[in-house]
């Protein structure tokens, strides 16, 4: 074997290398190399890919790293060492090394740890950044010649080689050392991309990597660590000694055989007594289960665990199931409360007795076979719900139950996309804020956006790219690191479990919590053979247990998910009215609107709209309406099939009524029918027409009709695609019910949660504190002595949390709560005496007087600001040491003349007031900003929105949450805007002809006086407005004010009022009946003296004026 490359970083030696894997072996392809390396900086990241995508192009994968090792004749110092797999152990060994390396600090190998891991390694000086190179730059032989000793005596002497780079700038130097010493020496390119020009874009990945900013007009055009051909290999090292090392790289790459072991069934074993075993260890535990949580259950359900139990047992699952069954146990025990199951598992009743799921399969005709198929052998998957604030809890457990080395979180990888790629590069160019937003907002906002896409859709982007040098080379690097690895972060749920040490079979690196990270992501995993479970934090999960727990401390009961009926009538009016903001996967407009017209009145209703808003069962969604609601015939493809789709009224909605057909019509097995589901699910017309035979001969053998049989299969093949899974959906379903149970008849205790799941998100606080008040429920504000951590239920209200108030930290939102267990704060002074003198900082203080946790004492916030600073100095003064003696109160007379007296203040203006609390709680505490023009919108004709009805035109005053601006496809600009006043929040619209009238007055945060009509929209109400004027500029209308003795004045008093028409609205108070009402616009008067005249000589003096 001639030549090839044995020093390769890929793109997984993250921000230091621009060489895809994919490039690199197209690269290996394209010059004809047999073989190719990949030794990333101490990581395996990419190795696996690696391993099977060389595999797969008929080229040698060499398996190596470059690792940081501590010196030999300089120990303090790093240096850096090229190891090669020559074996499957030394294969083995890398994965131990890059662990090591990967859970230390300092992230250096100790010698003596390299000395315990060489065995089937080869071991090479790597150029530049090697000891001995290093050495021989500084003239120090005889050092070089003791660190050389050092790897030979490691390696065994045939194990150590010598590295020549010509790119190094010692070549010469280096070269005639290993001449000189005879060492066996290599020839290499240290490749770092793959093109000469890649030195360009490598160097602004390493500037991003460092966060520097870089010369750009000074940037290399070419360099020198690129993917060469042989021939220039040839041409670089003419020498006999270069030449030899030249030869020598293939004869190692010839040395190097490392086979990766793939689908393995690396299944660990549940800890048992010595003589237990997991099969009948199971089977007990299920029976006994079984009675606790079915009441009398009957031979179908003996039956259908038995078989699972079967089935389960000679798949050899049986210790997963108990891990699983330990884990929920672990849960339950501890309070955490756990999700009724996801995906197919919750069609197993063995799942369902070991309360692993809360989903009966019998009850809801799941299928075992859609989640463990006797006939096709495949990994069980039971994905695990838990609170997402207390999952951490649960993956400690196992750790500690099965060690530290067995158990592992997955990395997953974050690459740079589109956006990212841009930004990262502009901002190393020197680029700043306002120029990184220009090129962002160029790049359309679309989920999986490419560069290249981009350019080809936004004109302003091809002309913002050529506007100078400098946005030209910013494009090309962007385009040339898009999709690239950028670094490597926690999955979200997935966790691996081995028996073995996990070492000895993949890398591991420091994770975030007590459980390390696995360097490979989940898909390379599962290829592995590794158990995967997945550990899902789920945020509803975390309101369904605040819910319950505020609902039984407050109401003083015990509440359980056990106790809620799923025909709950309320809770179904609830889905029927789409009132489900806050409900766990049907808050979305367009669920809502299905649920308004589908009417839900049974919970099997609500399943099927789960599984039916989603591509492609969409389609489906007006037929079931109409059939349900007696529109249209419920039509069955075969009488034999009402059973089976009789719930969904002859549509087949789920995987397992595919199942269940293929079962009935041709006979098959459940196992086989979801064979045939899986197949049909591919559309390869060869499969569709193969089983097409299979399954009409089935039917035909049961005695159905061809043509009926060929009916059903096309039904089939139809739905395969877009069937989903019943078992996910119920599951699913179910906690939804829960929720919306909890919100039906519990809304405050619900409110409560929500808003507590949404601190940080001040529109959505908004959106949830609206909904609360159109439940009747008040809001009151942030109180020292009342406020909790969380939002809290207070009777009929909900008092804001303190964590929601900016520039408090959590943990003084905690202590605030906990010294007030001692007794409550007496006063502002008690308090700043009682809490913590490193915490109460000026700006903590500030905070929370501004939003109001004060107020209950008495005095006007501008007073407590006012009192603040004497308040900070004597604090001060008396030192963390005294804290909790009471000072403020004591009889002793110093202290008593020390006590800081209030520094009495004017109170703070509405509006500052208001605004105060919107800066630092996010909200309008103590009234609504229209509250601000209330004198002047007295004398107005508004509307309050909760009033306003459809087709009507009002005249209304609003606060402007949020715009969102549009182009037509005509590409005129129009807006859709979120308004309020103080009685409910609403959408509203300005087509292209108002908003060009009124653009500047679209702004958030202004409060305007507009004319709208109200229109209906996708079920919800809509403002469509019409005209528009900033309350601050509306001049307060004149009125007239009238006082009538008599009907029968008032009688004589219509037509002078008619006669002097005006735009002056008239105020009537009448003596007699004591009323005061607004006459009709038609009796509005000008203001003219000679009008003013014959009113009073009517009604007399102090009975007319105009104001």
């Keep these: 074997m001639g030549f090839v490359h044995l020093q390769v970083a890929s793109a997984y030696d993250l921000l230091s290398s621009t060489a895809a894997i994919d490039g690199i072996i197209e690269k290996a392809q394209q010059f004809h190399y047999p073989a190719v390396a990949i030794t990333d900086h101490n990581v395996m990241y990419g190795v696996i890919e690696f391993y099977q995508k060389c595999r797969a192009a008929d080229i040698k994968p060499i398996i190596g790293m470059t690792i940081s090792v501590e010196g030999v004749t300089q120990p303090l110092e790093t240096f850096e060492l090229l190891l090669l797999a020559k074996t499957t152990q030394g294969y083995r060994n890398l994965l131990k090394i890059s662990s090591a390396i990967e859970t230390r600090e300092e992230q250096v190998l100790p010698l003596k740890w390299l000395e315990s891991y060489q065995e089937g390694l080869l071991f090479f000086s790597p150029g530049e950044t090697g000891e001995i190179e290093r050495l021989i730059r500084q003239g120090m032989m005889e050092d070089a ?8 005596e490691i390696a065994g002497e045939s194990g150590f080689y010598m590295t020549l780079q010509k790119e190094n700038p010692a070549y010469e130097a280096i070269r005639d050392f290993c001449e000189n010493e005879q060492l066996p020496t290599v020839a290499t390119k240290n490749v770092q991309y793959l093109e000469p020009k890649g030195v360009r874009s490598t160097e602004i990945l390493r500037a991003i990597r460092d966060n520097e900013t870089v010369a750009w007009h000074n940037l290399p055009t070419a360099g020198g660590a690129y993917f060469a051909g042989p021939e220039e290999m040839e041409r670089l090292f003419v020498t006999p000694f270069e030449q030899e090392a030249l030869r020598r790289a293939g004869e190692i790459a010839e040395l190097c055989h490392v086979d990766i072991a793939m689908d393995q069934h690396l299944l660990p074993k549940f800890p048992l007594a010595p003589g237990f075993e997991a099969g009948p260890v199971l089977k007990d535990l299920c029976h006994e289960a079984l009675l606790k949580r079915v009441a009398n259950p009957d031979a179908v359900y003996w039956e259908r665990l038995n078989y699972e139990l079967q089935v389960i047992q000679d798949m050899g699952f049986s210790d997963y199931f108990l891990i699983v069954w330990d884990v929920m146990k672990y849960s339950l025990e501890n309070g955490i409360l756990t999700g009724p199951g996801r995906g197919s598992a919750a069609g197993s009743l063995v799942s369902y007795v070991l309360q692993i799921t809360d989903v009966d399969p019998i009850q809801y005709q799941l299928l075992f076979e859609r989640f463990l198929n006797p006939e096709r052998i495949t990994m069980p998957d039971i994905d695990l719900d838990f609170p997402d604030n207390r999952r951490d809890e649960v993956i400690s457990y196992v ?21 990212a790629a841009v930004r990262d590069t502009a901002r190393t160019f020197g680029l700043n804020a306002t120029q990184l937003a220009d090129w962002s907002k160029l790049i359309p906002r679309e ?3 490419t560069l290249t896409r981009a350019h080809e859709q936004s004109s302003a982007l091809q002309r913002h790219i050529i506007s100078s040098e400098q946005n030209q080379l910013i494009w090309e690097i962007a385009t040339e690191i898009e999709g690239l690895p950028r670094h490597i972060s926690t999955h979200a749920a997935g966790v691996v479990i081995s028996d073995s040490p996990l070492v000895d079979q993949i890398a591991l690196q420091k994770g975030s919590g007590d459980a390390l990270l696995t360097q490979f992501a989940m898909g390379e995993l599962e290829q592995i053979g590794l158990l995967k479970m997945d550990f899902l934090g789920l945020r509803n999960l975390t309101l369904l247990d605040r819910t319950l727990k505020n609902v039984n401390y407050t109401r003083k009961i015990s509440l359980t998910l056990q106790d809620i009926p799923l025909d709950d009538a309320k809770t179904l009016q609830i889905f029927q009215k789409g009132d489900t903001t806050g409900i766990f996967q049907f808050e979305s407009d367009g669920i809502r609107r299905v649920l308004k017209h589908l009417r839900p009145t049974s919970f099997e209703d609500i399943v ?23 529109k249209q015939d419920i039509v069955y493809p075969h009488p034999d099939l009402e059973p089976i789709l009789g719930v969904t009224y002859g549509i087949i909605v789920y995987q397992e009524q595919i199942i269940q057909v293929a079962s009935q019509m041709a006979g098959f097995s459940l196992g086989e029918a979801d064979l045939l589901r899986r197949a049909v699910s591919k559309k390869k017309a060869d499969v569709l027409e193969q089983e097409r035979i299979h399954f009409v001969s089935g039917a035909s053998a049961k005695g159905y ?12 093949v139809r739905f395969a695609n877009y069937g989903f899974n019943r078992s996910h959906a119920v599951a699913y379903s179910k906690i939804a019910f829960q929720l919306a149970y909890l919100k039906a008849n519990y809304p405050a205790a619900f409110m409560a949660s929500l808003l507590s799941a949404v601190i940080g ?7 949830y504190i609206t909904e609360a008040k159109n439940y009747g429920i008040k809001m009151r504000g942030p109180s020292i002595n009342q406020s909790y951590y969380h939002f809290q239920v207070e009777a009929d209200a909900i008092r804001f949390s303190l964590r929601v108030i900016r520039k408090i930290p959590s943990k003084f939102a905690l202590a605030i709560v906990n010294e007030r267990k001692n007794e409550p704060f007496r006063d502002f002074f008690d308090f700043c005496e009682r809490m913590p003198q490193k915490q109460l900082t000026k700006q903590v203080l500030e905070a929370l007087i501004y939003a109001g946790c004060f107020d209950e004492f008495g005095k006007d916030r501008a007073t407590y600001i006012a009192s603040m600073d004497a308040a900070l100095q004597y604090v001060s003064l008396l030192g963390d040491d005294e804290k909790g003696i009471n000072l403020f109160t004591t009889d002793d007379e110093l202290f008593s003349k020390m006590k800081p007296k209030y520094r009495e203040s004017s109170p703070l203006p509405l509006d500052e007031k208001l605004e105060k609390e919107k800066e630092y709680v996010g909200q309008y505490v103590s009234a609504h900003p229209v509250t601000f023009y209330q004198e002047k919108l007295r004398a107005l ?7 306003i009805k459809v087709g009507k035109t009002y005249q209304l005053a609003v606060y402007v949450h949020a715009i969102k601006t549009i182009r037509t496809k005509k590409g005129e600009s129009m807006c859709f805007l979120t308004l309020s006043d103080d009685s409910r929040e609403i959408s509203a619209v300005m087509f292209p002809e108002t908003y060009r009238k009124y653009t500047d007055l679209a702004q958030k945060g202004l409060i305007l006086l507009i004319q709208a009509k109200v229109d209906q929209r996708n079920g919800e109400l809509q403002l469509v407005i019409h005209k528009a004027e900033n309350v601050k500029d509306v001049e307060t209308p004149k009125r007239a004010f009238l006082r009538v003795k008599t009907a029968s004045e008032f009688e004589i008093l219509k037509p002078i009022l008619l006669a002097n028409r005006g735009d002056i609205s008239v105020i009537l108070h009448d003596e007699a009946t004591k009323k005061t009402t607004q006459l009709q616009p038609k009796f509005s008067i000008n203001g003219s003296p000679e009008t003013a005249k014959a009113i009073t000589e009517l009604l007399g003096e102090g009975n007319f004026i105009i104001r």
């Design 399 to 419: 750790v500690s139950k099965y060690g530290t080395q067995h158990v592992a979180q997955i990395g997953t990888f974050g690459t740079l996309a589109a956006k």
């Design 761 to 767: 998100n001040d529109d959505k606080i908004s959106q």
């Design 145 to 152: 010649r003791i660190v050389v000793s050092k790897w030979q």
């Design 941 to 947: 004709d508004i509307t309050a929105l909760s009033q």
């Design 705 to 716: 009709t061809e043509a009926s049989a060929n009916q059903v299969y096309d039904l089939i």
């Design 447 to 449: 989920l999986g956006i």
């Design 608 to 630: 099927a709209t789960n599984a039916l808003y989603r591509p492609g069962p969409m389609e489906q969604i007006d037929t079931f309406i109409a059939r349900k609601h007696g």
